[in-house]
């Protein structure tokens, strides 16, 4: 069977879809926005690649593609700008000791807790949440930040992180605290934020229990420490770091540039930036630039969407992005791209098309799939995306 029989009849065999399907387990302990269903890169890496191939995701966001290239036994390469994409795409990857984790924080007690401790964002941080709330926050913090080992550490802030939204009185969802709506006085309600990590904590490991039975099941190593050798994550702008990559490394590239206008990834974490202030504790050496300064760096971001300026440079990006990834991908090798547009945006998917032929690419397969209805409300009713799957010629 040729290569292209074989793909006709693999590709076109999938329901896109997915009704059914949801992204769970460590794809789902951290909520992020408009993260793409496991189920597309868990269905095409298989059928592209090969065990061992190298796959690069270039906007990765929480890993979703990392989390399945790992688990099918290839190398994975991720790059996001945002700092707390990487920090939980870095959780999802290291695979700590479970039960050596949790021992970590078996013995807090309340009475633990020193209020004498100061966080530089104190005064905002207690408009969003009670006042025990925040000092019970601010311990664990203060515990997680004496933790040495970066194995152990990087997991416990990713809980940490995950857990902000929902101790906080902001009752109302996730948009809300991307447009920095403080809850009012008579909405603050109290939250055991030691009860919510620890059972956070707690359903972190059994996911990454779960995860490595899987990669046994599979028959592959799975072994923590030669996982770990497997993949390379870096905070950064994707164009810079995919300069960084030798020409004709990359057997795959899977990835979903922002869709234009439809979400802001650094402002839906606002409350991870407050409490992971540079004076206090930083996420592994990232030293976190002015939460404004680091907005700018986002590209298509919905904030910018009313900006004179922003789809001109928005596409411009995309145009420098196809050909660096031309650069870096392999002879014959597949670049997949995810993509949506809203109806009240611009129309971004077939500029990038002519990127993709422009720069040597050819366009093998277009797929279609619908978006639920509940994630639509968090991405500018975009109603569809379109699966390319491109061709190195």
């Known amino acids: 069977m040729s290569n292209l029989t074989y793909l006709d009849k693999n590709l076109n065999s999938i329901d896109w879809d997915f009704t059914s399907l949801s992204n769970e ?11 793409f269903i496991s189920a ?3 269905s095409v890496i298989p059928i592209i690649t090969k065990e061992n191939d190298t796959v690069l995701d270039t906007f990765c966001g929480t890993s979703v593609t990392g989390y399945e290239a790992i688990r099918l036994g290839r190398r994975y390469i991720g790059f996001d700008n945002n ?9 999802k ?8 984790l949790l021992n970590l924080f078996s013995e807090v007690d309340l009475f633990d807790i020193n209020k004498n401790i100061k966080h530089p964002n104190e005064e905002i941080l207690k408009k969003w949440y009670h006042y025990d709330t925040y000092y019970e926050l601010l311990f664990l913090l203060d515990k997680i930040s004496k933790i040495h080992s970066p194995v152990f550490r990087i997991p416990a802030q990713a809980v940490f992180s995950s857990i902000l939204k929902k101790t906080s009185s902001q009752g109302k969802h996730w948009g809300w605290v991307c447009d920095n709506v403080i809850p009012k006085p008579n ?25 490595l039975i899987s990669i046994k099941y599979r028959n592959l190593d799975n072994k923590r420490k030669q996982i770990r050798e497997q993949w390379e994550l870096n905070c950064g702008d994707t164009l810079s770091l995919t300069n960084q990559l030798k020409p004709n490394s990359i057997d795959l590239i899977l990835s979903s540039p922002p869709y234009y206008g439809v979400a802001d990834y650094v402002k839906a974490q606002r409350l991870s930036f407050l409490w992971f202030h540079k004076k206090f504790m930083t996420i592994e050496g990232y030293s976190f630039d002015d939460f404004e300064q680091l907005r700018k760096t986002e590209t298509g971001a919905r904030s910018t969407r009313y900006n004179q300026n922003s789809f001109n440079d928005y596409i411009e990006y995309m145009d420098r992005y196809i050909f660096n990834c031309q650069r870096v991908l392999k002879k014959g090798k597949y670049l997949v791209l995810i993509m949506g547009d809203s ?5 971004t998917i ?10 040597g690419f050819e366009k093998e397969y277009e797929f279609q799939r619908q978006i639920r209805e509940s994630r639509r409300r968090l991405m500018a009713k975009v109603q569809n995306e379109q699966i390319k799957v491109y061709v190195k010629k």
């Open 25 to 35: 387990g460590l794809n789902s302990f951290h909520w992020y926005p408009a993260t």
């Open 40 to 42: 597309i890169p868990g």
């Open 83 to 91: 700092p707390i994409a990487i920090l939980i795409s870095k959780a």
């Open 93 to 100: 990857l290291l695979f700590p000791e479970s039960n050596s």
């Open 350 to 359: 077939g500029v990038i098309d002519e990127y993709a032929k422009k720069y």
């Open 187 to 211: 909405e603050i309600v109290y939250k055991n934020a030691i009860d919510i990590f620890n059972k956070a904590l707690r359903n972190y490991c059994n996911s990454v229990d779960n995860m």
């Open 343 to 347: 109806k009240s945006r611009n129309e």
